[in-house]
């Protein structure tokens, strides 16, 4: 039945009004102000880090019927914005906010978040984000430079865990002596991968994924530093050659979740060139230094890695996600997915195919990351950037000094890079009840919403964990988190 043209009319106001550039430019200046706002806020430490409130609680707080018409104008979601959601949000950019390897992103960074998201480029093939194709092909080029490649490869993807999913799957393809992506896994030599203990959980998980099981992960010993011992890489791929296991990918980890800490890349680089192993380097966290001229002999030996995974979204401060999957030769970047999809792949020419970034991701639809990374090389350049590292790197230096000055405190190690474990001491406490005071200590402080930072356990202890990323704690701050900690375990 014909629509009468009344309701034709009605639906098309309605649909003008849905797309109308007017409320979106009025709109978007006001979420602009309100944004600046909060950011000015939260750099200034006003108001608390987190406002914590029971999840279960909250869970029925936003429960509502679905809405079959309008409930809220323009205005109406400003104000719930204003109201509601921004001041129930971990405060990113406040100066207490010491939790998660999570950046404070880059104002600017975030606008070009804006424009990746109304613009839409899906980026599955060439025509369908062509500037984003070009500028994602430049990024890549300038990430590899920095790494020491001078014909490396690669390309961005939705996360570290995507993207060392992806080097792994690359590493699997090429190490396996028949065609692992169309035979599969079954009724072959065990495959298996060699990382430290301290290896990203997204390593097993990668395993799990790819059918190997979590298993096939062999953890490597760490020294006291929490890098990746030598003797004991070499004398595990010694093992899997006598159980006749396939080693088809060494991890090392630049940067590891639970220290920080930085494994022997030159040393695990030139074992596993002469051994004739995929090396991947998991630089998710650490590979940042590569843009400090203080920091970055840190990172010696990664130009000899195969592959490396770099997260934009923790020390280059962008807004998450973005991660880029690095390849020391280009032709490795295919080897992850080897498939054909006519209707978007035209033929086998790599040449043309270089082009479609898809063809080498696990997604189809990708929103144009690259802009932002680009934008922000291109605003602060490699200098600026790495300030910000070294401002992180130094403030957790500064820190640890002040942890191992004070009695009451213990300091697990020298940080390598932004992010110190500590915990606080009482004596006559075993080693069960030490660690309740630290996870007691670390409830109490999160829920009080004055400061945010996490725990980790290490061979049965307990540690609280910072991560430095904001360049705006001062060294007040520290001081006064050790203090609240010291208060908090005195009334305990």
């Known amino acids: ?131 984003a194709t070009m500028i994602e092909r430049q990024v890549i080029r300038w990430l590899n430079a920095l790494v020491g490649w001078d014909a490396g490869d690669g390309f961005l993807t939705s996360g570290g865990a995507q993207a060392n999913l992806t080097a792994l799957l690359a590493a699997r393809q090429h190490s396996a002596t028949w065609n692992v992506w169309r035979q599969g896994v079954a009724d072959h030599k065990q495959l298996v991968i060699l990382a430290s203990e301290h290896a990203h959980y ?17 953890k490597v010993s760490a020294d006291a530093h929490g890098s990746m011992e030598m003797s004991a890489l070499i004398a595990a791929h010694q093992r899997c050659i006598a159980s006749n296991q396939l080693v088809i990918a060494v991890v090392a980890t630049a940067g590891c979740t639970p220290t920080g800490s930085m494994d022997p890349l030159a040393d695990i680089g030139r074992y596993c060139n002469a051994q004739q192993l995929w090396l991947h380097v998991d630089g998710a966290h650490g590979a940042s230094a590569l843009l400090s001229a203080q920091h970055r002999h840190q990172l010696e030996g990664i130009a000899l890695a195969d592959s490396v995974v770099w997260d934009g979204h923790k020390l280059l401060y962008m807004p998450a996600p973005i991660s880029a999957v690095l390849f020391r030769e280009a032709k490795n970047s295919y080897a992850a997915f080897a498939q054909d999809a006519s209707y978007l792949f035209q033929g086998n020419n790599q040449e043309a195919e270089a082009y479609n970034v898809s063809y080498r991701t696990l997604e189809c639809t990708k929103r144009m990351m690259a802009l932002k990374l680009w934008a922000a090389f291109s605003l602060y350049g490699v200098e600026g950037l790495g300030t910000l590292v070294d401002e992180a790197f130094s403030k957790a230096k500064l820190f640890a000094g002040k942890l191992e000055s004070h009695p009451e405190f213990e300091l697990l190690m020298q940080p390598q890079t932004n992010i110190v474990c500590l915990r606080h001491i009482q004596p006559g406490l075993s080693t069960e009840n030490l660690n309740r005071h630290q996870a007691y200590l670390r409830q109490h402080i999160v829920k009080s919403g004055a400061f945010h930072l996490t725990q980790v356990e290490l061979h049965g202890n307990l540690w609280l964990r910072t991560t430095l990323m904001n360049p705006f704690t001062q060294a007040e701050d520290l001081d006064a988190l050790m203090t609240l900690i010291a208060t908090i375990a005195s009334t305990a």
């Open 1 to 131: 039945m014909s629509q009468h043209p009344t309701e034709n009319s009605n639906m098309q106001a309605l649909i003008a009004s849905m797309f109308d550039a007017e409320t979106f430019r009025t709109t978007g200046h006001a979420l602009i102000e309100l944004l600046a706002d909060q950011l000015k806020a939260n750099l200034q430490g006003q108001s608390q880090v987190l406002n914590w409130r029971d999840p279960a609680t909250e869970d029925q707080r936003w429960q509502q019927t679905l809405p079959q018409t309008p409930t809220l104008d323009s205005d109406g979601l400003l104000e719930k914005l204003r109201t509601d959601i921004l001041p129930n949000s971990l405060a990113i950019h406040h100066p207490h906010n010491l939790g998660h390897q999570v950046a404070t992103p880059l104002p600017m960074a975030a606008l070009c978040d804006l424009v990746a998201a109304l613009t839409n480029q899906a980026m599955a093939v060439y025509e369908t984000g062509p500037s």
């Open 202 to 218: 997204s390593v097993s998980r990668a395993a799990g994924i790819m059918g190997l099981g979590t298993d096939a992960v062999i």
